[in-house]
Structure formats: C-alpha cells, structure tokens
Nanobody, 123 residues
C-alpha cells in the first residue's frame, strides 16, 4: 500500500502561482512514479504532470507545459507541482497519484490516490 497526502492548494488570482506538495509513504521505492491529475465537476480526471525517479523523467499535459513544473523534493518520496501563470481554467481539485515503473497519462493506470486539494484561480 502507498499513502499519498497532498497540500498547498488555495485561492489565487489569475497570473499568480501556487506550489502543491505530495508526500508518499508506505511501499514506495525508486520505481514509484508520482503523477498529478485534476478534476472539475462533471468531468473525468485529467492528467497534468508526472515524475519518475529513475532517470528523473517528467511528462506534462500540453495545457500546462511552460507554466507548471513537477520536481522531486529532497526527500525522495515527495514531489512538488509548481504552478505559475495560473488561469481560471486551472481551477480544479488536484490529485496526487502513484504507480510503478513508467510514466503514464492514464488515470486508470495509477493504483493509489490522495484525497485531493482544491485550487481556485479567480479572474
């Protein structure tokens, strides 16, 4: 089992920044891939970004490239999502998720999920 705890959400004006954190515990290893997804009411969870420790590989959704950065913290089991130049359309509940081995954009391929943190961007 892997436990995931997100933090750092909140309310910000358009053009502002927020940093989300995801702390993973339990059966994690260097093979663990941590991803961020977001969801708005009535829609499926959408991929945002993912980080794989092996090779420090990252992948981003086109909608956030150049604005969001995913990185690993000093503690291997922590990843951050730095969100800059936020737009109202970035408003969503952001979820951290975990899987093993390869980066994936598919929510169904992630086995573990956090509770989510709300990000609201006002215009």
């Amino acid at each position: 089992q892997v436990q995931l705890v997100e933090s750092g959400g909140g309310l910000v004006q358009a053009g502002g920044s927020l940093r989300l954190s995801c702390a993973a515990s339990g059966r994690t290893s260097e093979r663990t891939v941590l991803g961020w997804f977001r969801q708005v009411p009535g829609k499926n969870r959408a991929f945002v970004a993912a980080y794989a420790s092996i090779g420090a590989r990252t992948h981003y959704a086109d909608s956030v490239k150049g604005r969001f950065t995913i990185s690993r913290g000093s503690a291997q089991n922590t990843v951050y999502l730095q969100m800059n130049s936020l737009k109202p359309e970035d408003t969503a509940v952001y979820y951290c998720a975990a899987r093993e081995d390869s980066l994936s954009t598919l929510s169904g391929s992630y086995s573990y999920w956090g509770q989510g943190t709300q990000v609201t961007v006002s215009s």
